[in-house]
């Protein structure tokens, strides 16, 4: 079955940085763009970053461009994100979440990866 | 970019109630909104996709309306398990954007 697999959260200092990563399974990594969705916890959802399924095509939420890079490894079926100059409004849960291909936006996300900005 | 303006911020409700929360978008989406269901501890469940399609094992009184900036998600007859937050997102571009959410409690 479809599985996506967060890992790399943690607590970091305001303006260090951060790697999180998503391994998939379960799906031909390789075709499929992914998305990386946080939420502070009790609050809303934050669409933050995503990538084309051959790395060509890259996308970012005003908030975090030019901190963030995404990126992935199709022979290793994983996507990153770099997190860079981070502050307490980067803290969440943040989600995996693979694009479904027709008219559908997602169709799979993984349990998250829960980050914490704090000094 | 789009910005997403979702009503009410909460929502109580009867068990067999007709439940209608509204989504807006700054500018024309077409038809690319989505909505979503998210319970505590869970990763949210698509509900509705294009405005209008139900997503398979949804049950039916789940429904999505509208076009260009207006939507609404109505719930025909609410039940005990529908007690969730309920978001909606456009996706017509980059920066795709959720609404604020809309708790919606059982009395």
């Known amino acids: 079955q479809v599985q996506l697999v967060e890992s790399g959260g943690g607590v970091v200092q305001p303006g260090r940085s951060l790697r999180l990563s998503c391994a998939g399974s379960?799906?031909?990594?390789?075709?499929?763009?992914l998305h990386w969705i946080r939420q502070i916890p009790g609050k809303g959802l934050e669409w933050v970053t995503m990538?084309?399924?051959?790395?060509?095509?890259?996308n970012y939420a005003d908030s975090v461009k030019g901190r963030f890079t995404i990126s992935r490894d199709n022979s290793r079926d994983t996507v990153y994100v770099q997190m860079s100059r981070l502050t307490d409004e980067d803290s969440g849960l943040y989600f995996c979440?693979?694009?479904?291909?027709?008219?559908?936006?997602?169709?799979?996300w993984g349990r998250g990866t829960l980050v914490t900005v704090s000094s | 970019d789009i910005q997403m303006t979702q009503s009410p911020s909460t929502l109580s409700a009867s068990v067999g109630d007709r439940v209608t929360i509204t989504c807006r978008a700054s500018?024309?989406?077409?038809?690319?909104l989505a909505w979503y269901q998210q319970k505590a501890g869970k990763a949210p469940k698509l509900l509705i996709y294009?405005?209008?399609n139900l997503e398979t094992g949804v049950p039916s009184r789940f429904s999505g309306s509208g076009s260009g900036t207006e939507f609404t998600l109505t719930i025909s007859s609410l039940q005990p398990e529908d007690s969730a937050t309920y978001y909606c997102?456009?996706?017509?571009?980059?920066?795709?954007?959720f609404g604020q959410g809309t708790r919606l409690e059982i009395k």
């Open positions: 979440v693979r694009g479904a291909s027709g008219s559908r936006p997602f169709d799979y």
């Open positions: 990538i084309s399924y051959d790395g060509s095509n890259k």
């Open positions: 997102h456009h996706y017509n571009n980059y920066p795709i954007a």
């Open positions: 379960g799906f031909t990594f390789s075709t499929y763009n």
């Open positions: 294009k405005a209008s």
């Open positions: 500018q024309s989406i077409s038809s690319w």
